[in-house]
């Protein structure tokens, strides 16, 4: 099966709208635009596919309702300025899927959010609960309270993280451009649009050194970088041309359009070799022959009933080995649900005892299968 086919059975997919597809090139919301692409969303869940929304806009939005004819400098004015879109594109899309009777959350995020461990494991837990509830996320930076410098392009990599953490099928990129072109089309003719990308290439980012619109804040560069990361985590990224009619049903029905970004490995080894290799281990948990074995031949989560003790202080979230008791051979590593602390109450219990002994429980698992690299 060709990897433009693998698309038509997705199951999750996660769309990336940008400030240049939301807008005329004046600032103005293009209601036209938007209004189709949310019936198109609309549809594509109505099929059972679960949606992601991660929405730019909200700064480009404030501007034009306060009149600006492009983004002010200071960061005070663009934290008032997306204040004051956020709601107004919220209530936009609230508006227009529920005509199709479809519920809309709004979820705003840092980098902080994803860069460190535990907010990480706590957003895609958020995420997960909210789209298996039915609901369309429809997320953004938080850029109102955001301390660092509003950096434009992060919607890009923000959709890439997201799509990564909530172990999507497919991340769609819409933007005013056909895909990725060997050279800039606006100043060369003949420049070729790559239907397939497998390695993104030092020239390829090179020839992607363009700016966006003066409301948007991207780039093809900062595109490319988002393909980076979803190559990485095994996740297909299509970008794609949000003037083209039904573009999203083209994509996710296989059709060739656009430019596919194609991951090296398949979506579950790219996740475990995150874990396995791009973590150092904060700690380890031992444990007993049985839970040893339920992991290595049966692909089971560890239950805190197989855990015998615990070295090391670590924070939930956290990577850390799992080692067998009786020679403390390492066999897995994963992302615990618990700290160290708790997991030295809970070891050996049954996970039924877990809320008695901690006064609540989030989590059945010390270290869910999905997110436990286990050695061959």
Not at 174 to 181: E, F, I, K, P, Q
Not at 210 to 231: D, H, P, V
Request: hydrophobic share 40%; glycine share 8%; aromatic share 4%.
């Amino acid at each position: 099966m060709s990897s433009r086919e693998n698309l038509r059975r997705c199951q999750r997919v996660v769309v990336k709208i940008g400030t240049s597809t939301l807008t005329y090139s004046n600032g103005q919301l293009n209601l036209q635009r938007i209004e189709r692409l949310v019936r198109e969303l609309a549809d594509l869940h109505n099929r059972d596919i679960e949606v992601l929304l991660v929405s730019s806009g909200a700064i480009g939005v404030g501007a034009s309702r306060m009149g600006y004819k492009k983004i002010p400098r200071t960061m005070p004015e663009k934290q008032a300025l997306a204040a004051i879109g956020q709601g107004a594109l919220v209530q936009l899309y609230e508006k227009l899927f529920s005509e199709y009777n479809k519920t809309v959350a709004q979820v705003l995020l840092t980098r902080g959010d994803l860069d460190e461990r535990l907010r990480y494991l706590n957003a895609a837990n958020a995420l997960l609960a909210i789209v298996g509830l039915g609901v369309i996320p429809i997320i953004n930076e938080n850029d109102t309270v955001v301390v660092e410098e509003i950096k434009f392009g992060d919607n890009d990599t923000l959709s890439a993280l997201v799509a990564g953490i909530v172990d999507a099928d497919l991340l769609i990129i819409l933007s005013d451009v056909d895909g990725l072109y060997d050279s800039d089309p606006r100043a060369n003719r003949d420049a070729c649009l790559q239907k397939e990308v497998r390695e993104i290439t030092t020239e390829m980012e090179d020839n992607s050194k363009n700016r966006g619109s003066s409301f948007s804040s991207g780039g093809m560069l900062t595109k490319l970088r988002a393909a980076r990361i979803c190559m990485a985590a095994g996740v297909p990224m299509v970008i794609g041309n949000s003037d083209d009619d039904n573009i999203i049903r083209r994509i996710v029905g296989g059709e060739e359009i656009g430019t596919l970004f194609i991951p090296r490995e398949e979506k579950l080894q790219a996740r475990k070799k995150w874990i396995a290799f791009g973590t150092v281990a904060q700690g380890s948990v031992l444990v007993d022959a049985g839970a040893e074995a339920a992991l290595l031949k049966k692909g089971k989560s560890l239950l805190p009933s197989g855990v015998v003790a615990v070295e090391g202080d670590f924070e939930r979230g956290t990577v850390v080995a799992v080692a067998a008791a009786g020679d403390r051979r390492e066999i897995a590593r994963g992302m615990v649900n618990y700290s160290s602390d708790e997991i030295r109450q809970i070891a050996g219990k049954k996970s039924s005892e877990i809320e008695r002994i901690l006064q609540g429980k989030d989590y059945d698992e010390v270290i869910h299968r999905n997110n436990l690299w286990v050695e061959h």
